[in-house]
């Protein structure tokens, strides 16, 4: 009976290990306890811009065309885009 319970020293922890992952992972998701502050609609701007130029860069286009061009409609579609997702509207 010694050899058995000298066979599985690693079980113990790995148990232990195991239940205390399980845990943690167990409640609500933490993002929602985070609220809106007043610098959001400028962030929320600000990474838009971010994010519209670097699409703008990967096609070639120029980050900030002329309002005669086709790339200016194309740049404020994604933008309008990005802002819809973050759950702005247009005013």
Same mark, same amino acid.
């Given at each position: 009976?010694?050899?058995?319970?000298?066979?599985?020293?690693?079980?113990?922890?790995?148990?232990?290990?195991?239940?205390?992952?399980?845990?943690?992972?167990?409640?609500?998701?933490?993002?929602?306890?985070?609220?809106?502050?007043?610098?959001?609609? +400028?962030?929320?701007?600000?990474?838009?811009? !971010?994010?519209?130029?670097?699409? %703008? /860069?990967?096609? $070639? *286009?120029?980050?900030?065309?002329?309002?005669? +061009?086709?790339?200016?409609?194309?740049?404020? !579609?994604?933008?309008?885009?990005? %802002? /819809?997702?973050? $759950? *702005?509207?247009?005013?």
């Amino acid at each position: 009976m010694t050899g058995f319970r000298n066979a599985r020293p690693w079980m113990l922890p790995a148990g232990l290990a195991a239940l205390t992952l399980l845990a943690g992972c167990g409640g609500p998701p933490a993002y929602r306890d985070w609220t809106a502050g007043q610098d959001v609609p +400028t962030i929320a701007f600000d990474e838009c811009n !971010e994010q519209v130029d670097n699409a %703008m /860069r990967l096609r $070639g *286009y120029p980050l900030r065309p002329l309002p005669e +061009t086709p790339q200016y409609g194309y740049r404020k !579609e994604i933008f309008a885009q990005c %802002m /819809r997702r973050k $759950g *702005y509207a247009n005013e």
